[in-house]
């Protein structure tokens, strides 16, 4: 069965008409046309007069950690998502169930622009049955083309991309919501994404100065706050712990951030203190809820995208009780813009939820590509 999930930001100004590819015709190209072949990659051509092929590169985990640092992508975020919100084209997002509990997703998105002549498809499976072999229950590959020419251009881990796309994102939006002067993240969960999120809270709010990290498994939180602290992450000083007490904790932090597959909320509202920051990404069906509704009523509400008003179990079951209402939450674009007030005051509490979008990882896959054909 095929289901379609309405993937769209209105504040990008994506519809799902804007976003079909007209008929085309393919035509035989004259013999007199001649093609070049080069050898190593370059920036896709936007020029009508000639026709380059480009050999595919095949991006390592490596390469992508060299390239991709979280206070750059932050940074590119903050500068390329407004900009680009007149080219960009993102369909609806297609999920196919491969069995009762796993899937596969397609999620593409181009533009034509000089300065965004890309077309990018992650493909994402989600076993989650896998933890019970020890191995990941997300797998995902990203493949960028050129929208001048259709040609690949690179092919690279999806998962990876999507660890730094996501925190980043969260990222962005702590820096914009989260008060100046934060001290505290808790960080709810301990699994891929949780290492990734502390970075990009700690390169967004350089205040931070304590860490506390709370998983089911105490001794994945105890093993992550270990290494973050071997690995002297963050500005100097910063102190890494793991706390088996969540309730307790909640209250303690400054910002709050959650990567959790939780069916049952986690956060109490009650336990926010006044000025907190909360960001949420695990949840992304109806059925997940990372906090309750107490957390959703004491905050201010924004979303990365239109797709989360319809995804996110936090959101969905809150305007069904009457919570809160959909047109009183607001766009993490529209907050770039300005067109959207952040923070009004330091005893607001805000609250962050994301469920990604193929936008971001258009963005992050251009920031790896054109870097890394720059230092060729």
């Given at each position: ?99 009762q509990s796993s899937s596969l997703l397609l999620m593409p998105s181009w533009s034509s622009t ?19 072999l020890n191995l990941p229950g997300i797998h995902a590959s990203y493949v960028l083309f050129s ?73 994945k939180a105890a093993d992550l706050a270990e290494k973050l602290n071997k690995d002297c992450i ?143």
């Amino acid at each position: 069965m095929v289901k379609q999930h309405r993937f769209l930001d209105k504040s990008l100004g994506l519809s799902p008409f804007n976003s079909r590819i007209p008929n085309f015709q393919l035509l035989p190209l004259p013999h007199q046309t001649s093609i070049a072949l080069i050898s190593m990659a370059s920036k896709p051509n936007t020029s009508n007069n000639s026709a380059i092929i480009t050999s595919p590169m095949f991006l390592t985990n490596e390469s992508l950690h060299s390239i991709l640092a979280h206070d750059s992508l932050i940074q590119h975020f903050h500068t390329y998502l407004p900009t680009t919100s007149s080219t960009l084209h993102t369909p609806i997002r297609q999920s196919y169930d491969l069995s009762q509990s796993s899937s596969l997703l397609l999620m593409p998105s181009w533009s034509s622009t000089p300065s965004l002549p890309y077309i990018g498809v992650k493909l994402v499976t989600y076993f989650p049955q896998n933890s019970a072999l020890n191995l990941p229950g997300i797998h995902a590959s990203y493949v960028l083309f050129s929208s001048t020419t259709g040609q690949t251009l690179a092919s690279m881990d999806g998962t990876v991309l999507t660890l730094y796309r996501t925190s980043c994102v969260s990222g962005l939006a702590s820096k914009i919501l989260a008060r100046n002067d934060s001290i505290v993240l808790v960080m709810v969960g301990a699994g891929a994404l949780a290492p990734h999120l502390i970075k990009a809270h700690l390169a967004a709010r350089p205040s931070l100065q304590r860490v506390i990290i709370w998983n089911r498994t105490i001794k994945k939180a105890a093993d992550l706050a270990e290494k973050l602290n071997k690995d002297c992450i963050g500005n100097a000083g910063v102190r890494f712990e793991s706390n088996g007490n969540l309730e307790e904790i909640i209250g303690l932090g400054d910002i709050v951030s959650c990567a959790t597959n939780a069916d049952a909320p986690l956060v109490k509202g009650e336990k926010l203190k006044q000025g907190a920051h909360l960001d949420m990404v695990g949840s992304f069906k109806e059925t997940m809820r990372e906090c309750d509704d107490e957390a959703i009523r004491r905050g201010r509400v924004f979303v990365d995208n239109e797709a989360a008003l319809v995804e996110a179990g936090e959101l969905v079951g809150a305007f069904e009780r009457g919570v809160t209402k959909k047109e009183d939450v607001g766009f993490l674009v529209e907050l770039i813009k300005g067109e959207q007030v952040g923070r009004k005051s330091s005893e607001e509490i805000t609250v962050f939820k994301s469920v990604g979008s193929a936008v971001v990882d258009l963005l992050a896959a251009q920031l790896v590509y054109e870097s890394y054909i720059k230092d060729k």
